[in-house]
């Protein structure tokens, strides 16, 4: 079926670097979203993304929706600890209008 | 104003049990859905309503059963666990189709011996 490789599978950093994760697919979305799962919690919705080449900010966090609509990334910007988490990605395609969720970035914060 | 609410947190069952696990939103959403989160896999969705007194099958929905009398409620039942279903599940709700803009539940953690 349908899928969204989300890659890296898991990252640790230092504090204040910035990071990077991205989801690519051979399916064609019309929607891609970003959710974090701090631990112990449900996600919560970061960016969403409604256009072919959208790039969209919310503070440290800046997102973009693939020109080919095959693929987005996310980047944050001078991470803290409080970024520790998990980080999905989530494309809606576009024949079926089935949301499918990335397998997940882990992220961890070193002080 | 609490959002998705799911209970219970966690449950312990044995092989052949039964249960229901209970999601209740108060943001008036019309649209409600059932994940399971499993290591390495994401959020599958096992089923989804999009409205009161509908519900329709996800991904994975073999084993499981909703169903969505009032419209803030979605409850997920297993008749028969099994090992397999071991997982945290979640339930979401969204006010509008077609957006995958969805607020989850803090989360139910199975386990099933």
């Known amino acids: 079926g349908q899928q969204l490789n989300q890659s890296p599978q898991s990252m640790f950093i230092q504090e204040g670097e910035d990071v990077s994760m991205n989801c690519t697919s051979s399916?064609?979305?019309?929607?891609w979203l970003w959710y974090k799962q701090d631990p112990g919690e449900g996600p919560v919705l970061l960016i969403a993304l409604y256009k072919a080449g959208e790039l969209t900010s919310n503070g440290r966090l800046t997102a973009q929706f693939g020109i080919t609509r095959k693929d987005s990334f996310l980047n944050i910007s001078a991470s803290i600890p409080s970024d520790v988490g998990i980080y999905f990605c989530?494309?809606?395609?576009?024949?079926?209008?089935?949301?499918?969720f990335g397998q997940g970035t882990t992220l961890q914060v070193k002080p | 104003n609490a959002g998705v609410t799911q209970t219970p947190k966690f449950r312990v069952l044995k092989t052949g049990q039964s249960m229901t696990l209970l999601c209740a939103q108060d943001m008036n959403h019309e649209y409600m859905y059932w994940y399971r989160q499993d290591p390495g896999m994401g959020l599958r969705l096992i089923h989804y309503?999009?409205?009161?007194?509908?519900?329709a099958k996800g991904e994975v929905p073999d084993g499981y059963n909703v169903s969505r009398l009032k419209k803030q409620n979605f409850l997920l039942g297993l008749e028969s666990a099994a090992p397999s279903q071991t997982s945290v599940y979640f339930c979401a709700s969204s006010s509008r189709s077609g957006t995958g803009e969805l607020f989850f539940g803090e989360g139910s953690r199975l386990t099933v011996l």
């Open positions: 399916s064609i979305f019309n929607t």
């Open positions: 989530a494309g809606q395609l576009v024949n079926t209008g089935k949301l499918i």
């Open positions: 309503s999009v409205g009161e007194g509908t519900t």
